[in-house]
């Protein structure tokens, strides 16, 4: 198996930042490249620009996180809102999604903490 990252198999990426995009899916650090955040999904963790520790699995998970630190989002639009509040875990589609600056939530469930 090899890896084209040209663009003629829908593969692309720059490996130089750390990020690459199979189909339409990003997998790497997001935004700012920071090395202890990780990232799966289309629109995941993409406008960080400091915040680390950080782990969004799932299209939009933390979207618009930017400095906010130690959050772990697994689901579609999970922590979708969050901006600056740190130490949160959330687990469901949409789980904590409209959280913006409120830390130390755990939320477990569709829409938990909406």
Excluded: C, E, W
């Excluded at 997998?27 to 799966?40: E, L, M, P, Q, W």
């Excluded at 809102?81 to 904590?96: D, I, K, M, R, Y």
């Amino acid at each position: 198996m090899s890896l084209v990252l040209d663009g003629s198999n829908g593969t692309t990426g720059n490996l130089a930042n750390g990020d690459l995009q199979v189909n339409g899916v990003t997998v790497g650090k997001g935004g700012g490249t920071i090395s202890t955040n990780t990232t799966v999904g289309n629109g995941a963790l993409p406008d960080n620009t400091s915040g680390n520790h950080n782990s969004g699995f799932g299209y939009t998970a933390l979207r618009y996180n930017t400095t906010a630190t130690d959050n772990t989002a697994i689901g579609y639009a999970a922590q979708q809102q969050t901006s600056t509040g740190g130490n949160n875990t959330s687990v469901g589609s949409q789980a904590l999604v409209t959280n913006t600056t409120g830390g130390n939530n755990v939320a477990l469930g569709a829409s938990a903490l909406y």
